[in-house]
């Protein structure tokens, strides 16, 4: 016998640090090669740990809700020589590609399980707070499943996106009328007993430092939003933020692009929007301005060669930045295309690692939900990020002294004072403004 280690995986082109979410296993416990060991958290993706033997676990290394470097070790497994394992049954070959598994997993592999199905009372209370996937939350919502009356099928009794599936595809669905006619009739006493006494001093010492008054609702922090909010801090506490914004004249651009919407939906099957311009511009000026396609990496700046543009892309509980690889190669129409398929991915959950990594600058469009101007946290490790606000009817001096109504954006851009300084960020905000204005029937194609 011998015993190997397994250590944090790289989960992405400038992930360096993973999370250890929640053991799936424990010491003692047999595991199959690809089997996985732990979820994990990063700023990029939400992962699982694959097992790279078969064997027995002998050690885990990392606490649930430590933060470990790349290639760190999190447990130890004990191989074991042919012969002492009992062979396994018959596997059906797995759909999971082998550049997943090598990657970490970035989705769980759902077991072939028993079907879930409805109980006719709630479960016995559980010990500790129950948490559930951004995924099953999202269908128990919509269905309006009540999750305490499901029996799930995965690790521990976990519910799972299948369960719920299964669930919606019978229709046999329980909902929260069913919590309230199953509920046990509970009895009160006027005083406490003496074996409960210890268990309220308990409750009483983990008890929430804001008080919780009637009306209240908590909120569980899920994975992804912890992950957001770690970034967010990081890049924050890191990278020195400055500021700067710039406003452009779009009024050509708009009646453009409004004169082919219509066409241009009935021919291609998706909306040619604004904002499609917008990150075309933007990738033509860090051609001719690289700097701002740069990243800090500690003793040294990092110009990326390729220009590969985030676009922030919003759910109810979660924002993702898929990227648009190579925008600068492509046209408006393939920009837009893009946009629109990666935001059906993010809203269906079916983005990809290649979806979400090498991004080298961000664009984000405030504009949808009618802001007019902002400051954007920087998507670390990149340098800068671009807000594109609401385009906006203003009374203009046009010249000669004469007024227009005119249709103007503002555009605001957050940089790494340690990466960037003003004059670069201003010639590239100015080239942005100049691609803008000049968008028109005559000189723009977006083929």
């Keep these: 016998m011998s015993v190997q280690n397994i250590t944090m995986p790289q989960l992405g082109e400038s992930v360096t640090e993973g999370t250890i979410e929640k053991w799936l296993v424990k010491p003692g416990d047999t595991v199959k090669k690809y089997d996985p060991l732990a979820e994990v958290v990063t700023d990029k993706v939400n992962a699982e740990i694959p097992s790279s033997f078969e064997g027995v676990i002998t050690e885990l290394l990392a606490q649930e809700g430590q933060t470990l470097p790349v290639g760190a070790v999190v447990c130890s497994i004990e191989i074991a020589g042919e012969g002492e394992l009992p062979a ?55 269905h309006d499943i009540a999750l305490d009356l499901v029996t799930g099928t995965g690790e521990g009794g976990r519910i799972t996106r299948k369960d719920l599936l299964k669930l919606i595809e019978t229709g046999n669905i329980p909902t929260a009328n069913d919590v309230a006619q199953a509920a046990p009739t509970v009895q009160t006493t006027s005083a406490p007993t003496a074996a409960s006494a210890p268990q309220q001093q308990v409750e009483k010492a983990a008890a929430p430092v804001q008080p919780i008054h009637p009306g209240d609702i908590e909120i569980p922090v899920t994975k992804i939003r912890r992950a957001i909010a770690n970034n967010m801090v990081k890049s924050v506490h ?24 219509n066409e241009f939906k009935q021919k291609e099957g998706f909306n040619l929007t604004y904002f499609a311009f917008f990150v075309k511009a933007v990738a033509q000026a860090l051609k001719e301005f690289p700097m701002l396609n ?68 961000t664009v984000n469009n405030t504009g949808a939900f009618g802001s007019v101007q902002s400051m954007g946290i920087i998507n670390y490790p990149q340098a ?6 609401s385009i906006v009817k203003k009374p203009v001096v046009l010249p000669g002294g004469m007024f227009a109504a005119r249709d103007i954006v503002n555009l605001c851009l957050s940089l790494d004072h340690r990466v960037l300084d003003g004059l670069v960020c201003g010639k590239f905000l100015n080239r942005v403004k100049e691609i803008l204005e000049n968008t028109n029937k005559s000189s723009t194609s977006v083929y």
């Design 294 to 361: 740069s990243m800090w990496a500690e003793d040294k700046i990092i110009q990326k060669h390729d220009i590969n543009i985030s676009i922030a892309v919003a759910t109810d509980d979660a924002l993702f930045v898929p990227v648009i690889k190579h925008a600068d190669e492509k046209s408006i129409k393939g920009i837009a295309k893009e946009i629109n398929e990666l935001a059906i991915k993010v809203r269906t959950g079916k983005l990809a690692m290649d979806d979400i990594t090498g991004g080298t600058f």
């Design 384 to 389: 800068a990020i671009l807000q594109v606000e």
């Design 88 to 142: 396994p049954p018959p596997e059906k070959k797995s759909t999971v590609s082998t550049a997943i598994l090598n990657a970490g997993v970035q989705k769980k592999q759902e077991a072939p399980q028993q079907v879930a199905a409805p109980v006719s009372a709630p479960k016995e209370a559980r010990t500790g707070k129950v948490r559930y996937s951004p995924a099953v939350l999202r269908l128990a919502q919509e």
């Design 238 to 261: 890191e990278a020195p933020h400055a500021w700067m914004m710039m406003e452009v004249d779009v009024t050509d651009l708009v009646t453009y692009r409004d004169s082919l919407k």
